[in-house]
């Protein structure tokens, strides 16, 4: 048989062959991609920001090696300062490999918590602008969180980090709403929970964070009995007295200090938790009947003025007002 | 006059496959080709000092080390084998013919098939042993660093006061980082894509004239390999971003012609973590099987009457 003969017969062999694995590839990368096996196509702008080489590097099959290379760089960029950068190639990572929970969660720690530590402290730049660069790092690295959240919604992690992002009592002064912050951090630690993966102070998070939004006392109440049903383990100071706080808010006639010396075992403790709710101001949690129950202790310890948790001077306010006057 | 007699050939074709592709593994091996695992050696341990300082609680602590250990390993794995595949087969036909090899064993009654099945395997052969050195070492470097790790987290989550339950969930997650049958798997995957590119390499060596244009081609083929998938689904779902008939059939030409490499990158998802299900790679496998044994039976449909 001629050579052009056999060429001819090869190329539409070759067709034949192709068209017979079309499909079933097809459905195989499929399969593959619904089983969250198969990333996602490399994006364009990812390319020419990679360069060409890691471009080919990457196209080969070796995205997360190249991905690991540019985690070494924007480590560099984070130990320069460089925050656009750090940025930029955690963006570039993410898009190499966004099954990678390390890389979200280290992508946002550097915007939220690195460099508005940075704008916080930097005093080469005005109030003004470094007030404004340290909100819109947290809000970077919110948003981050929150599409690594929306490429992972299967992973714990993620979820509880910005849960804990948006509960941060040095963090959600950047957010406008307390109340809907307060509510976005109790749906990311439920969705972290609902995952069944969660280690088990997420969901206690995830009542710290309810209890805080208002209009879903009764919501929070009831994850709050739910939690001290489950074991001493629960049974954190912060918890007891939220549920104190939440049941003062259902049934407003409760003797509040009756039912504290109920959870904390003495009228002293019970004080104690009380005026330590009360301290903690900072952290907006409800103080439903905190007043009126610690006002009841005050009376039964016989404790004197001078030492009334009401008299003791309040605690500076410590907010983004007051980090960025000077 | 006398009739021309044929000479009967001696022992299956198993047999001859078998003996040629010992000789081809040997030959490869005196190439010293295996001077390379040194070099993988090094990254595999030197991948264990990229520990960047960790922003959270035990949870965080080594658990970029692990990923990273997988990362580099697999990533050279990947290249080492898809080099040695196509170099190697790229190699061989030249080779044989140059040393003279070739006219030698054709000469014998071994049918032109079974010489390239025997070469092909050889090469396989290599590829094998090379990503099971590999794989060893990889497994052994990050089975010690997995129990580090762990060690290290349950010590930083007993002195936090973290729960049992909390401390075993924990550790769950990092071992899922650890040696599994899933990395196995990956491996085996390498192995699938260096086998397709072998016998790649074989049919273009086939016609081609030099060992530098089945290397060149054999490469750009496995670049562009891995647009294959993107391709068809410009052809498979045709018309809906308004492309053109041209534009449609180039699509549908490059995805009949170039074999699918993107799905062998399920290696990314194994390395960040996933678990690679049996039946998702037995379906590889059978991709892999099935351009093995076409690009094998093509490469002897050109060569069986080639002329030297």
Known sequence: MKFAWKIALLVVALLAFGAARLRFEAKLGGELRDAGLF???LEIGTREKIGQTSSAVALG?????VATFLNLRAFTFFTEQRWDDVEGTFETIVDLAPRTRYYWETGSWHMAYNAASYYLNDSKLPPLRRR???????????????RGARN???????????GFLLSDTNKFPAFRDPNETFAAAADAYRKSVETGRALGYVRR???YALARVEGREAEALEIARGLYADGTHNHTPTLLMLLLVLEAHENPSMDVAQRAIGLFGTPEKAYEALSSHWRRTRERFPVFGVAAGLESL?????IPAEQSVFNEPPPPPMGPDEWFSK | MSTPTSIPMQGSHFSRILTISTHTFTQLVRMKVFYFLAIFAVIAIASNFFELPQHEGPEAVGANVLRSIKSWSLGAMTLFSVVLSIVATALLLPKDVEDRTLYTILAKPVPRFDYLAGKLLGVLLLVFVSLALMD?????????????VVAEQTEMAQAMGWPQDAIASLRADTLAHGPDASLQGAVFAVFLRASIMASLALLIST???STLFTTIVSFLIYFIGHFQADARDVWLQAGQAGEGVFARLASLLLALVLPDFQLFNVIDAVIQGEALPLLALGKLTLVGVYYALFFTFASWFIFADKEF
Request: glycine residues 6%; charged residues 20%.
């Open chain 1, 39 to 41: 990333p996602p196509p």
């Open chain 1, 61 to 65: 099959g070796l995205r997360t090696l």
């Open chain 1, 132 to 146: 404004e660069a340290w909100r819109s790092s947290i809000l970077k690295g919110r948003s981050f969180l929150e």
């Open chain 1, 152 to 162: 992972n919604p299967d992973d714990w992690s993620i979820h509880a980090n910005l």
């Open chain 1, 205 to 207: 998070a995830w009542f």
């Open chain 1, 298 to 302: 005050e009376k039964t310890l016989a």
């Open chain 2, 136 to 148: 060893g070492l990889m497994t052994a470097v990050l089975h010690i660093r997995t129990g580090m």
């Open chain 2, 207 to 209: 016609f081609s004239t």
